[in-house]
């Protein structure tokens, strides 16, 4: 394709609306333009990438069994009623009347769609199992869109349900799309690592959230250094501490502490370690109050916490609420007499003789112990994991990083066949539910992701398997007749080999053209200049090293190939 007829409007300047890298070089480079809050029209050169993206998607997915089809985008309200949602969604759900007053929404998501279809359409467990997908516009009407593609309110999805007739199936299924997952995001060229992930109250470790590793990710992540084991900080575990020889209970003292009420504070006046001193936070679980029990140098993660107490809605409550549940100015509080639901973080039971607020302003008390001065409700794992932790499966540094979502995994079991009664009839002739399990990629967001992870101050520097091009070819004279017939003569070359190749043809400085094919990233860059009339020579450019060689007119064709072909090789699976 030709540079010269190509809508490719390059910026010089970056867009202020623009935070994050991935969002500002898509702007720049001429990717996408915004027409609305969260809505983007994806350009040529960005649509190209997005389309490498779904065919890799497409080629794993159909590799892996599943068959795609295509949704409507549009989904009536009574689905959404019977499975529970149309309330439970929330305001990311976008609803809309149309004339006949049939109330619907746009499609964030298709687990009630296919639930509906496969419920009407596949009746016995010889039909099974079943894997559905498509590659499809999704709405969600984001609190607060950003960051481009990364966090639209229209973006592309690929979202996959499977069906199966027993839980070892099902598992099976899981499996299969977990090992494709895989196998997608190496041939997209990422740096990446699958997750154990969060799956609310359906637990255990069946979901997995895949992360394109990158500084700038939204999501923490606990990685070991020397093991495959990942987590998001949401579900990241530690490798249990030992539980510590009993030790002789002290009298419980008060002590005065005026002023000290954060922990270092309190741990400088009584010169101990916040590793001996227990904190106490008042949270609101769906407007129930519930003091969280913590050691002293570690932070609550909400999530777990969240599940423990099985609430729809937590916060840790402000300085004036805490006061009205207990009584006690923020501080100075401790388990020791509070009439609030307790609950504690494991790590809290295997401490002794150790230092709380004593719910009395400028107050704490010293060796307190739990079963002599205060009982718990209920213990779990509650705190967030840090690099002291170490991993759970090999006793290894444990490593915290930065990472994307760009895919998530996750067994849903019967909760949506159950509430939409979509049953089989089973070997046995019985009627029971399908298990179901659903997998989403958020296609746009996987380009913004490789952005995201792969630039440098000029620009994009895509991994070669979903680049708009595989190599742009510039043409530094177009006035100079016998370089253009050497360009052109290569870009025929290459388009006959089958390589995708961008023919810069502007009437534009080299400058000019230099600058932009950095910016939009292109792996490989064809120089056909005075070097050709001077030596013979043309220059090809690794976008990612720098590097650049010289080669002569007969040789380019063959060596570009050769140079696409050992990138690519990289990225087989
Ligand atoms: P997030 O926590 O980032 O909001 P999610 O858990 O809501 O993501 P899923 O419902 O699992 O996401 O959707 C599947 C995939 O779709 C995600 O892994 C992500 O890559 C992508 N995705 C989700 N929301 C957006 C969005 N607003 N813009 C772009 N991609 C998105
Ligand atoms: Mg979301």
Redesign the pocket.
């Known amino acids: 394709m030709r540079f010269s007829q190509l809508l490719i409007p390059t910026l010089k300047e970056t867009p202020a609306e623009a935070e994050i890298i991935s969002h500002q070089l898509m702007l720049r480079a001429g990717f996408i333009r915004k027409l609305a809050s969260g809505i983007y029209s994806y350009l040529p050169l960005g649509l190209r990438s997005i389309r490498k993206v779904e065919q890799i998607v497409r080629e794993e997915m159909n590799k892996a069994g599943a068959q795609e089809l295509l949704l409507p985008m549009v989904q009536p309200s009574d689905l959404w009623q019977e499975s529970g949602r149309w309330q439970k969604y929330g305001p990311e759900l976008l609803r809309f009347t149309d004339r006949h007053k049939r109330e619907s929404c746009l499609g964030p998501?298709h687990e009630e769609v296919i639930t509906d279809l496969v419920r009407k359409n596949v009746h016995s467990y010889r039909s099974l199992p079943i894997n559905l997908y498509q590659i499809q516009t999704k709405f969600?009407d984001?609190i607060r869109p950003r960051f481009g593609?990364?966090?639209?309110?229209e973006?592309i999805?690929k979202d996959a349900y499977s069906f199966d007739a027993t839980d070892i199936d099902a598992g099976l299924t899981y499996e299969k799309m977990n090992d494709a997952y895989h196998r997608i995001f190496k041939r997209c060229g990422l740096s990446f690592r699958a997750v154990e992930a969060d799956s609310g109250t359906i637990g255990g470790s069946y979901s997995h959230?895949f992360m394109v590793l990158a500084d700038t990710g939204e999501d923490t992540i606990v990685v070991c250094r020397e093991c495959s084991y990942a987590a998001n900080t949401e579900k990241a575990r530690a490798m249990e501490t030992p539980i510590p020889e009993p030790v002789e209970q002290l009298p419980l003292k008060k002590i005065e502490t005026p002023g000290k009420r954060k922990v270092k504070a309190v741990c400088e006046f009584l010169d101990i370690f916040p590793e001996n001193l227990v904190k106490t936070l008042i949270y609101v679980a769906d407007g129930k109050p519930v003091a969280v029990l913590l050691r002293g140098d570690h932070e609550v993660q909400e999530v777990k916490l969240q599940n423990l107490l099985g609430a729809d809605e937590i916060r840790l409550t402000d300085d004036k609420e805490t006061f009205d549940f207990t009584g006690t100015p923020t501080g100075y509080l401790g388990p020791v007499g509070l009439h609030l639901r307790i609950v504690a973080d494991l790590e809290v039971l295997k401490m002794a003789n150790f230092t709380v607020g004593a719910n009395e302003k400028n107050f704490h008390l010293q060796n307190v112990n739990r079963g002599r001065d205060f009982t718990v409700d209920e213990t779990a794992d509650l705190r967030m994991i840090t690099e002291k932790d170490r991993c759970p499966q090999c006793g290894g540094e444990l490593e915290l990083t930065r990472g994307i979502?760009?895919?998530?995994i996750f067994k849903l079991g019967t909760t949506y066949s159950e509430a939409l009664k979509a049953t089989f009839l089973d070997d046995q002739g019985q009627e029971i539910p399908f298990i179901m399990g659903c997998y989403?990629?958020?296609v746009?967001?996987t380009v913004a992701s490789s952005i995201e992870q792969n630039h440098d101050k000029d620009g994009i520097i895509f991994p070669l398997p979903i680049a708009p091009f595989q190599a742009i070819l510039l043409n530094l004279s177009t006035r100079d007749k016998e370089i253009t017939a050497a360009a052109e003569s290569l870009y025929e070359e290459l388009t006959k080999q089958g390589i995708e190749v961008l023919i810069d043809d502007r009437d534009e400085r080299p400058g000019i053209k230099f600058k932009d094919a950095d910016l939009i990233g292109i792996p490989f860059r064809v120089m056909v200049g005075k070097s050709l009339t001077k030596e013979g020579k043309i220059e090809i450019r690794d976008r990612k090293s720098g590097e650049t060689i010289s080669v002569t007119q007969q040789e380019a064709g063959d060596r570009i190939k050769q140079m696409i072909e050992t990138a690519m090789a990289e990225c087989r699976v």
């Open positions: 998501t969600r984001e593609l990364m966090r639209g309110r973006f999805m959230e979502e760009v895919g998530h989403g990629i958020g746009s967001r």
